[in-house]
């Protein structure tokens, strides 16, 4: 069973820094590409940052592009969201994903596996 554990999340100021991580378990993990999304309150589940499966190409949403870099690290079956100048309207959810599509999926259809989320509140 393929299990995903985020991490990293919590309060913070806006113009601060957040590192989130996510663990996952249970399957190769190199194969697939890797995303986050995120959910703020009301508002729907949208598309943050992907990284291809061998991290040849990573893709951003315009919102947090510049500020925000997606990595993975495949020997510690790990992808990280390093999140920069944060803003009150990065307030939300934050998800990791698998995805079986190859290269960088932006659609929350195109991930099979989800992990449960961790909460990133942005302070004015």
């Known amino acids: 069973q393929v299990q995903l554990v985020e991490s990293g999340g919590g309060l913070v100021q806006a113009g601060g820094s957040l590192r989130l991580s996510c663990a996952v378990s249970?399957?190769?993990?190199?194969?697939?590409?890797m995303g986050w999304f995120r959910q703020a309150p009301g508002k729907e589940r949208q598309f943050v940052a992907a990284?291809?499966?061998?991290?040849?190409?990573?893709y951003y949403a315009n919102s947090v592009k510049g500020r925000f870099t997606i990595s993975r690290d495949n020997a510690k079956n790990t992808v990280y969201l390093q999140m920069n100048s944060l803003k009150p309207e990065d307030t939300a959810v934050y998800y990791c994903?698998?995805?079986?599509?190859?290269?960088?999926?932006?659609?929350?259809?195109?991930?099979?596996?989800w992990g449960q989320g961790t909460q990133v509140p942005i302070s004015s």
């Open positions: 990284i291809s499966w061998g991290a040849g190409s990573t």
């Open positions: 994903a698998v995805s079986t599509v190859g290269g960088v999926p932006t659609m929350a259809s195109q991930y099979v596996y």
């Open positions: 249970g399957r190769t993990f190199s194969n697939y590409a």
